[in-house]
């Protein structure tokens, strides 16, 4: 009987998952074909796709054989040999990835660009700050670090004109520092609240043995700190990628010069031009701008969670 329920559990699991990975399929799987294809058929399989696979299978086998294959871009038909049909099928499934990452190759540079500074300057003044407010006591110490935490409660659009305005004044607009100098700015306050948590709970013996030792505060920092705080560190490092991979307004309206946008914005930049008409390339350039965060997502979730749950979000 209780296997019977864990079968009902499985099954039930299993379809819930089925209707959340729905949405990715419908765009891997529309990221191969024409708009003729989805204009007939809203899931149908990709006929290149299929094509390939046939050929590729009577190629290993060793048949020989023609096909006739159809050309879109030249509009003319072709009877071409088995091994010669799958280089014509293999270009015609890549040709809309190719395209996008014509499209995207800048906007991949830009972003890699931005989002590494952003997240050195935030985990470097971050954890600094969280140091000093964790392990100097002086007046005022408290009143500092609950400001810091207040402004978590503003929602970031009521700052969108005053950044932009100040942004402006500075001259940084259609820039890269007028994404990285706000985006570590604002990057401060979770670092922070999150690097004083974590530096709160290590032990005092640990500074003071350092310290009969003779360490500075400098080599505190980087000896004993920050070799302790690497899951942290991967937590306010992973946030910040994210956020700042994710963010399309405030890049938008910063840099109406298309070579300074990064992939959000680039991607509705895309979406506004003369390929926005295939639809097959605009699946293409949103799975292929996903795939540095399905890397990361692979490589890094077991580190996230190991930040999570060290102690770093404790009251």
């Known amino acids: 009987m209780k296997h019977t329920k864990n079968w009902y ?3 039930s699991i299993l379809a819930f998952a089925s209707l959340t990975l729905l949405p990715f399929y419908f765009v891997i799987n ?3 074909r024409s708009n003729t294809e989805m204009y007939h058929s809203f899931f149908g399989f990709p006929k290149t796709l299929e094509q390939l696979i046939v050929c590729s299978y009577k190629t290993i086998k060793g048949e020989k054989g023609t096909i006739v294959v159809n050309d879109e871009q030249e509009q003319i038909s072709k009877t071409l040999t088995y091994k010669d ?3 014509f099928y293999f270009d015609s499934v890549t040709r809309n990835y190719k395209s996008a990452w014509k ?6 540079l830009n972003t890699f660009l931005v989002v590494i500074a952003t997240a050195f300057g935030v985990l470097v003044f971050g954890s600094v700050t969280a140091y000093i407010l964790s392990r100097f006591k002086f007046p005022g110490n408290k009143v500092i670090f609950y400001y810091f935490i207040s402004t978590m409660m503003f929602p970031a659009v009521l700052t969108l004109v005053p950044s932009f305005l100040l942004v402006k004044r500075l001259g940084l607009l259609n820039s890269r520092l007028a994404l990285i100098i706000p985006a570590i700015a604002g990057g401060q306050v979770f670092a922070i609240f999150v690097f004083k948590s974590f ?3 290590l032990p005092q013996d640990l500074f003071d043995s350092a310290k009969i030792d003779g360490a500075g505060h400098f080599s505190l920092y980087w000896n004993l700190i920050l070799p302790l705080s690497k899951p942290v560190l991967s937590v306010v490092l992973i946030m910040n990628i994210l956020g700042m991979w994710n963010s399309f307004l405030w890049p938008y309206i910063v840099n109406t010069d298309k070579k300074y946008h990064v992939i959000a914005s ?4 895309l979406s506004q031009t003369e390929a926005a008409a295939n639809f097959g390339l605009l699946y293409a350039a949103y799975i292929t701008s996903s795939i540095p965060l399905l890397i990361l997502f692979i490589y890094a ?4 969670i190991q930040g999570m749950t060290s102690g770093a979000f404790k009251a």
């Open 9 to 11: 559990l499985h099954l």
């Open 30 to 32: 529309n990221s191969f």
């Open 85 to 87: 049909a799958v280089k």
């Open 103 to 108: 499209v995207l190759r800048p906007y991949f």
């Open 199 to 201: 530096f709160d709970g």
């Open 266 to 269: 680039g991607l509705f930049v």
């Open 301 to 304: 979730t077991k580190t996230f």
